[in-house]
């Protein structure tokens, strides 16, 4: 499957508009790569053909099928480590003089980032005044994450064997089931970054992690600002670890966590 260079500028331009993801200007392999069984199994003709259906209306559910195929979902339990070091030592120990808080994983995946932070609530207790909402544009990832199901393959990427028999359930072979006490302190719900709702309130913590690299400079401006404004004053922020603010974005605080680093409003 071949895409015209035509094709390639209007499929670019649709999946920016309506994700933020911005697509380089060679990447012409990954839509055919990502697409090419796509478009047979929902008896599409041609590319040509699927860009027009998406590109109106009455393609809505085409097209956030085509998001679901053309988000990067790459994850994995407690990543990078320092974030949940910072929260266990230093936010957490605070948000529960506090009393009832609330974090929000803002671009969560299929769930590891989530539910390592539950289980990081539940080592030290503070499973019942701390919620965390999780959040993705993929309708396809947030179904998985909802089902808390994973693979020994999956669990394999940062989890470790003490956390994994204290709170997983083997299910089959291959499969074990974060607990109900884990899931329970984690509401799923789709978010656009690009359209995040005022209704939704106020966070403690936001992770907004390995997902504005996909970005134009623009819309992560875009993005940063309406993250600070859902955080509350004192606030915190973590990015992924080669990620930072842009210069025209509000100003946060940096706070050195050694290593690595986490941005704060100021109170
Ligand atoms: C590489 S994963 C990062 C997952 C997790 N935060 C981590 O660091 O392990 C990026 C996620 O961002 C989501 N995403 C991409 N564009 C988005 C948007 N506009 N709004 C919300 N989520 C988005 C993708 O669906 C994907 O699940």
Redesign the pocket.
Known sequence: MDISSIDYSKFREILERQ???LLGDNKQYLVVSRLANFIKEHNVASLTELIDKIAIPSGASLLQKV??RM??????WF?DQYPFDFMKNAIIPALKKKGRSRIW??????G??PYSLSMLLHETMAQNSIEVLA????LK?LDKAKQGIYQDIELKRGMPKDRLNKFFTHIDDDNWQVNSAIRANVRYQP????KIPYTQGKFDVI?????LI??SQENKTK?LNALYNSLQPGGYLFL?ASESLTRDCNPLEMVRCNPGLVYQKSE
Request: proline residues 0%.
């Open positions: 994700s933020g993801i998001i679901d988000t990067t979902n790459e994850t994995l990543r994983c803002a671009a969560c995946s299929s590891q980032e959040s993705d544009l993929s990832v978010i656009n970054l690009l992770f907004c992690r390995n997902v996909y970005f993005v992924g």
